[in-house]
């Protein structure tokens, strides 16, 4: 079945150091996705991508963060300055289409298991 | 801003129990997804509900959408030991998968 698949399954950084999180979407999927979850907190989302462009992004996803589709497999989310309160499992997900109201069966989001970036 | 307030956040009971989780906001979604969550895993998709007032099954699953579409609950029917877990519910606004999670109900089912 296929899969979202994410590297590395945990990294631990430095403060100030510059991270990047990578994700392989699933082949056929158009939309992309990341979302964080601070340990204990809710699930919140950060950012959705299509045709090379950001198509929404939350208050959280400010200056330091930036997402990026290098090749036509890679979709990739880089913190430039990590702060301590970045620390958290960073999900990326992706769907064949755009919100499951209008498109139930190709909607759905597809979850990868996360990378947990610790920030000392 | 668009909150998704999950109860309860704990729940132990024994096999064969029934239970309801639910979710509620004073927000319209367009459609209401529960996931389920493993230790260490992403989020998996269990059901999305889109019409105010559907209900759909998924084997001892039950989930409902409220008539405004502000609120859904989760009723397990004789709960087993394999259910237990992480639940999630989320809430997608007009922005497509932008999606909004409530906090989760972790499940314990003893045997």
């Known amino acids: 079945e296929p899969e979202v698949t994410q590297t590395p399954s945990h990294q631990v950084t430095q403060m100030g150091q510059e991270v990047i999180l990578r994700c392989v979407p699933i082949?056929?999927?158009?939309?992309f996705y990341w979302y964080r979850q601070i340990l204990g907190q809710k699930v919140e989302f950060l950012v959705s991508f299509y045709n090379n462009e950001i198509s929404e992004k939350s208050e959280i996803f400010d200056d330091q963060f930036s997402v990026e589709r290098p090749d036509g497999s890679n979709f990739t989310l880089k913190i430039r300055s990590t702060k301590l309160e970045d620390s958290a499992m960073y999900f990326c997900?992706?769907?064949?289409?755009?919100?499951?109201?209008?498109?139930?069966?190709?909607?759905?989001?597809?979850f990868g298991e996360g990378s947990r970036l610790t920030v000392l | 801003t668009q909150l998704l307030e999950q109860s309860p956040q704990f729940l132990s009971i024994q096999e064969g129990e029934n239970l309801t989780v639910y979710c509620n906001s004073s927000s319209v979604f367009s459609s209401l997804q529960w996931y389920r969550q493993e230790p260490g895993e992403g989020p998996v998709l269990l059901v999305t509900?889109?019409?105010?007032?559907e209900v759909k099954k998924l084997k001892r699953l039950t989930f409902q959408f409220g008539d405004a579409r502000k609120d859904s609950s989760l009723h397990i029917t004789a709960a087993q030991p394999g259910d237990t877990g992480l639940y999630l519910c989320?809430?997608?606004?007009?922005?497509?998968?932008?999606?909004?999670f409530g906090g989760g109900t972790r499940l314990m089912v003893k045997p």
């Open positions: 509900v889109v019409t105010g007032g």
């Open positions: 082949s056929n999927h158009l939309y």
């Open positions: 989320a809430g997608e606004g007009n922005a497509g998968n932008m999606l909004t």
């Open positions: 997900a992706s769907s064949e289409n755009w919100g499951s109201s209008g498109h139930i069966d190709t909607g759905e989001l597809f």
